[in-house]
């Protein structure tokens, strides 16, 4: 694969036409792409045999990141998301990470996690010796419920009964059986194979299964997402860069020991993991799931709270090292993945050839959200930026249309009064400019 440049120096500043005709040539896309990005994506009768009880669709905007490099491979990054600023920070963070060589990213095998409740047993102990002996054979009727799967490498990877001898309903057996989806998220696969378990998991433990279900804290499904930035790279005009760094590394250790604070800090990790995964039709309830879960892992800094997802800290050249880990249980084959005609675009925008790689930039891409996000909060304050994208959103409340939507929002910015009644009264005016 040739590894084009993902470098789009004023992108920003094309029409949407012209910004869609750079995609369309760097992806290879043809027409039928080139219609759905331009509006002709899922119709009404696509989304009612999606759903239950359809009425119609609800389209959020989308764009695409430019400026990624992972393990040395130029990306551009669809992200379908409504909030303002979002698009523009990854892509200025990871013009940043650019300059320390890009991100360097990895993925565990896809192996989800499916859970089988046990109870009423007549003795635990036995029970989880039961499930110990017969490891083997469980994992064979779970390979059983999907040849298709087991054809391409996956399938049952172990079986592990957790036993809990206090509950508020009596002694439980929670038995796990580990499964590699492969490229599929894997939700299906997981819940078609542990309710085949489940008969002979009652007769081996002399008890009664109840729920037969994934789990989405996906721990053994994680992908991992490194970058070193040369601390001048990191500094706003008029600011030292080591003291920028410094100012980052003390950000992250106030959403390290402060779970008000990581909540925050997550969810802006997650404001670019959840766009990449709406935009490419995988599940991001799923994803939010296993990531907060996941922060939530006392081993992770070895106390029992809710915690951060990254690591900033400042390396011993002064420079800025950012590293996540986090749970991502994504498909690119099956769902919606191969049902919504945007995800499917999407998809080949990315070029990614594995679920895990898919990981990977998802990894990546929040890794550079937070980067944006705390380095403006260590600087110049997060509102500074942010307002001056909210302004287009305040101008069409206001019901400006066309070019009167970045006039208006220009002199509100200006004004720094970016208020709706602001905005109501400038287009008065430019409206009665206009018509007389």
């Not at 053994?220 to 760094?245: F, H, N, S, W, Y």
């Not at 969810?267 to 990449?276: E, R, S, T």
Request: glycine share 8%.
């Amino acid at each position: 694969m040739t590894n084009k440049s993902s470098r789009f120096p004023g992108f920003y500043k094309l029409s949407v036409a012209e910004r869609v005709e750079k995609v369309i040539e760097w992806a290879d896309l043809g027409s039928d792409e080139e219609a759905v990005l331009l509006g002709a994506g899922l119709t009404a009768e696509q989304a009612s045999n999606m759903i239950e009880n359809g009425i119609g669709t609800h389209a959020l905007p989308l764009g695409v990141a430019v400026n990624f490099m992972i393990n040395q491979r130029h990306y551009l990054i669809p992200m379908a998301v409504e909030e303002p600023s979002v698009l523009a920070a990854v892509s200025n963070a990871a013009k940043m990470i650019y300059a320390g060589g890009g991100f360097t990213a990895t993925a565990t095998e896809p192996v989800m996690i499916g859970q089988v409740q046990v109870l009423d047993m007549p003795d635990l102990d036995t029970a989880v010796q039961a499930i110990h002996d017969n490891r083997e054979l469980l994992m064979e009727i779970a390979n059983s419920t999907s040849q298709n799967i087991v054809r391409r490498g996956g399938g049952a990877r172990d079986v592990i009964a957790r036993p809990f001898p206090e509950t508020a309903v009596g002694p439980m057996l929670v038995v796990h059986l580990h499964y590699d989806c492969r490229d599929a998220m894997g939700a299906n696969a997981i819940n078609t194979a542990v309710e085949a378990m489940a008969t002979t998991i009652a007769d081996l433990t002399g008890g009664r299964t109840n729920l037969r279900i994934l789990s989405n804290l996906t721990d053994q499904r994680t992908a991992t997402a490194t970058c070193t930035i040369p601390a001048e790279a990191l500094a706003p005009k008029g600011m030292d860069g080591r003291e920028v760094a410094k100012r980052i590394a003390e950000a992250n250790a106030f959403a390290v020991v402060d779970p008000y604070r990581a909540a925050t800090h997550n969810k802006g990790i997650m404001n670019g993991i959840d766009a990449i995964c709406i935009a490419t039709g995988n599940d991001w309830r799923a994803l939010e799931a296993g990531a907060h879960a996941y922060a939530a892992n006392s081993s992770r800094y070895g106390f029992g709270q809710y915690s951060s997802l990254t690591d900033w800290h400042v390396d011993d050249n002064g420079d800025l090292y950012g590293e996540i880990t986090l749970p991502l249980a994504v498909g690119t084959v099956g769902g919606a993945t191969k049902v919504h005609p945007t995800a499917q675009v999407a998809l080949k925008i990315l070029q990614v050839e594995s679920s895990g790689e898919l990981a990977q930039v998802m990894a990546c891409v929040g890794l550079a959200q937070n980067l944006a996000a705390i380095r403006a909060l260590a600087t110049v304050g997060i509102q500074a930026g942010h307002m001056r994208m909210h302004a287009r959103q305040v101008a069409m409340a206001a019901g400006a249309t066309g070019p009167l939507v970045d006039a208006i929002a220009q002199l509100l910015v200006q004004e720094k009064n970016i208020r709706i009644n602001r905005a109501t009264e400038l287009l008065e005016t430019m409206t009665k400019a206009t018509v007389s």
